[in-house]
């Protein structure tokens, strides 16, 4: 009986041992990737940059199975407005306390949680779905979104669009979610991601 234990034992191990292996670990290469941003109100929009600090993204049986990313969030620039002075005037209100806090929380991060084929996905369309935690200004909350994913010659590469309520981050400025007669002032909750993450072996 003992030794019937044991050698299941030893197997399990040994399929797990096994397992791991065909684990790998992809790292972002924060060069190549690029993360754009857009953001609307009542009056207009504004769109720029944003870039990763770190990132990794987890392969298991040519599959994306997990990956964590970081973002600087004092490398947002504004990419639309030709006037210097309202250029850093923009990114500077974007990193204040009024919206992402950059001083007090300089990164943001985003945990892959689960990467769902889409079935029956159409040539040249998303290819996968994937959720995953995102947090802002210490504020955790799941988001979904489609990506295509594409693995050849040691490298993954990520493409798609996030959208990103900010009034679940705390993020209040120009909110009808918290100011409702905020008027012509409006500024939209929601702002989109657009990524292009390439990850090397």
């Not at 207009?44 to 990956?67: C, F, Q, R, W």
């Not at 950059?102 to 040539?123: L, N």
Request: hydrophobic residues 40%; proline residues 2%; positive net charge.
């Amino acid at each position: 009986m003992k030794k019937t234990i044991l050698i299941t034992a030893v197997i399990g191990f040994i399929a797990l041992a096994s397992f791991k292996m065909k684990e790998e670990t992809y790292k972002a290469d924060t060069k190549l990737s690029s993360l754009e941003w857009n953001g609307k109100k009542l009056k207009g929009e504004h769109n720029g940059t944003i870039m990763l600090s770190s990132g990794e993204i987890i392969i298991n049986k040519d599959a994306v199975t997990g990956g964590t990313f970081e973002i600087d969030m004092n490398s947002l620039t504004d990419k639309d407005l030709t006037d210097p002075s309202y250029k850093t005037k923009l990114e500077g209100h974007l990193k204040s306390a009024d919206f992402f806090d950059a001083q007090k929380f300089p990164k943001a991060k985003f945990v892959i949680t689960s990467v769902t084929p889409i079935k029956e996905a159409k040539e040249g369309g998303y290819t996968h779905t994937v959720k995953g935690n995102l947090t802002i200004k210490d504020k955790t909350n799941e988001i979904s979104f489609d990506a295509v994913i594409k693995m050849a010659e040691g490298k993954v590469a990520c493409v798609g669009t996030a959208t990103i309520d900010r009034s679940k981050f705390d993020i209040k400025y120009g909110s009808k979610s918290f100011f409702p007669e905020i008027g012509d002032k409006l500024i939209y909750d929601e702002f989109i991601v657009k990524f292009n993450v390439v990850a090397v072996k």
